[in-house]
């Protein structure tokens, strides 16, 4: 008599039976190695490479390639993922580009211009009919510009010099809108200004705004559809509105206005709003969820800062806040298959950067790593897996 036998822990088959045993064992497949390389931004005079691996949750340094002084803000070209774009935060300020090499590592610049203003907090290249332009904005002059790129994108031709129509402007961020606008939001001025190209590229002119709440200070933003997420740095709120028609328009009354000021914040600590994502959802994230950070200017809690999760349909609901041991998060980045890993930064004292992966389908931020082999980090940028 012969007896069949499958175990389900190692899926092995053994067979025995008339003093005759075969056994045949498959073992499971190990989860897959994946790699991944980020880019990072800083003030310093380069840009660091990192090894992420997601087997291990391992964050390691891999080198640090020169560049300008202050590259704070660095952004990858939209097709062409082997090309960098960095600011110099500088007075004048300036905008650089790169060729991405093996592990992370730049080859360049290949092109300096100056952005025609002061400190330039903010670039990022355009996509879809607008391709072959990047737009910088000048946060201490309250100005901006759009330029055109050469057919190869490493080198710029010239833009128009905008100029923000505001006592004080300190335009803090380019977000492209549909086909043909970008919007700027302004801290300063407590608008999104409405951008529209006229003429040939790098010919842009203000059509419009969107006006924000009063002393709200508007830094960054997010477009879903024709809902505006928009992050206010001076009041520490994230808020909801629809998009206005263009080209002109006031903004109709506020969907949602959310605090993200944690709760029960040590005496003398003093917030700032600093960076949003939206994520989309995925086969593992049923769901679309905006990640917010909250800067602490003053006195520091012991947990660091904060990462505030908010569900976004069937309307905007606060979660959960997250806190990260950072000090003072200006910049963080989404990256992974389906964005699953969140990286951040803190822009002041020692904590380096901190790898989280989004749990409970996104309603969740589980801690992974730490690397504090630079201090600070101001800006991230994932690199594509092969």
């Given at each position: 008599m012969l007896l069949a036998v499958q175990y389900?822990?190692?899926?092995?088959?053994?067979?025995?039976?008339?003093?005759?045993?075969?056994?045949?064992?498959?073992?499971?497949?190990?989860?897959?190695?994946?790699?991944?390389?980020?880019?990072?931004?800083?003030?310093?005079?380069?840009?660091?490479?990192?090894?992420?691996?997601?087997?291990?949750?391992?964050?390691?340094?891999?080198?640090t390639s020169p560049t300008g002084d202050n590259p704070s803000w660095i952004a990858l070209h939209p097709t062409n993922k082997s090309i960098l774009y960095a600011v110099n935060e500088n007075s004048p300020g300036s905008l650089q580009t790169f060729v991405i090499g093996d592990e992370g590592a730049l080859d360049g610049p290949f092109d300096t211009i100056y952005s025609d203003g002061d400190a330039p907090a903010f670039a990022t290249p355009l996509s879809g009919l607008k391709l072959g332009q990047v737009a910088v904005m000048d946060y201490n002059t309250g100005t901006g510009v759009i330029v055109p790129t050469t057919p190869d994108a490493l080198h710029f031709g010239t833009g128009n010099q905008i100029t923000f129509p505001a006592p004080v402007s300190h335009p803090h961020m380019a977000l492209q809108h549909g086909l043909e606008e970008v919007f700027v939001p302004d801290l300063g001025a407590d608008k999104v200004w409405r951008l529209i190209q006229d003429?040939?590229?790098?010919?842009?002119?203000?059509?419009?705004?969107?006006?924000?709440?009063?002393?709200?200070?508007?830094?960054?933003?997010?477009?879903?559809?024709?809902?505006?997420?928009?992050?206010?740095?001076?009041?520490?709120?994230?808020?909801?509105?629809?998009?206005p028609l263009a080209p002109n328009g006031t903004t109709g009354p506020l969907i949602a206005n959310f605090s993200i000021i944690p709760p029960d914040p040590p005496v003398g600590a003093d917030f700032a709003a600093g960076e949003i994502l939206l994520t989309e959802a995925s086969p593992n994230f049923p769901a679309p969820y905006i990640y917010v950070s909250n800067r602490n200017t003053g006195v520091q809690d012991p947990k660091g800062d904060a990462i505030v999760i908010f569900q976004v349909e069937p309307e905007l609901k606060l979660l959960k806040y997250v806190y990260t041991g950072l000090d003072q998060i200006r910049g963080m980045q989404i990256g992974g298959p389906e964005d699953e890993f969140l990286i951040a930064g803190g822009v002041n004292g020692t904590a380096g950067v901190v790898m989280f992966k989004r749990a409970n389908g996104g309603r969740d931020l589980e801690f992974l790593v730490r690397n504090e082999e630079l201090p600070t980090r101001t800006s991230f940028v994932w690199l594509p897996t092969d």
């Open positions: 389900s822990n190692n899926e092995s088959w053994c067979i025995r039976g008339n003093g005759v045993q075969a056994c045949y064992c498959r073992p499971r497949p190990r989860p897959v190695m994946v790699n991944f390389t980020i880019l990072a931004g800083g003030y310093t005079s380069f840009v660091a490479s990192y090894l992420f691996n997601s087997d291990t949750n391992a964050l390691s340094l891999l080198n003429g040939a590229p790098g010919d842009w002119n203000i059509q419009g705004q969107i006006d924000q709440p009063t002393g709200s200070g508007p830094r960054h933003a997010a477009i879903r559809g024709e809902t505006l997420y928009v992050l206010h740095e001076l009041a520490s709120t994230l808020t909801q509105q629809n998009i």
